[in-house]
């Protein structure tokens, strides 16, 4: 992962620490990114409301129960 730990037990200033690591934290979610797109954050206009999507889950999870019960 990164020094932080090792700097920090240098006698390395906290501030100065994160500092220094940062670049290879940077550098780590930037693949992240690349690997699962999703993990994204969204634009605030574009997010769900919480409440709306278990509304939408509870309908889905209604209608697939429903399906099984005839079968």
């Given at each position: ?58 309908v889905s ?11």
């Open positions: 992962m990164t020094d932080y730990d090792q700097l920090l037990l240098a006698g390395v200033d906290r501030a100065d620490a994160r500092r220094r690591v940062q670049p290879k934290v940077n550098a780590m979610i930037d693949r992240w990114k690349k690997k699962r797109p999703e993990l994204i954050a969204r634009p605030v206009e574009k997010r769900i409301d919480p409440r709306e999507l278990a509304a939408e889950i509870l999870h209604k209608i697939i129960m429903e399906r099984l019960a005839k079968r």
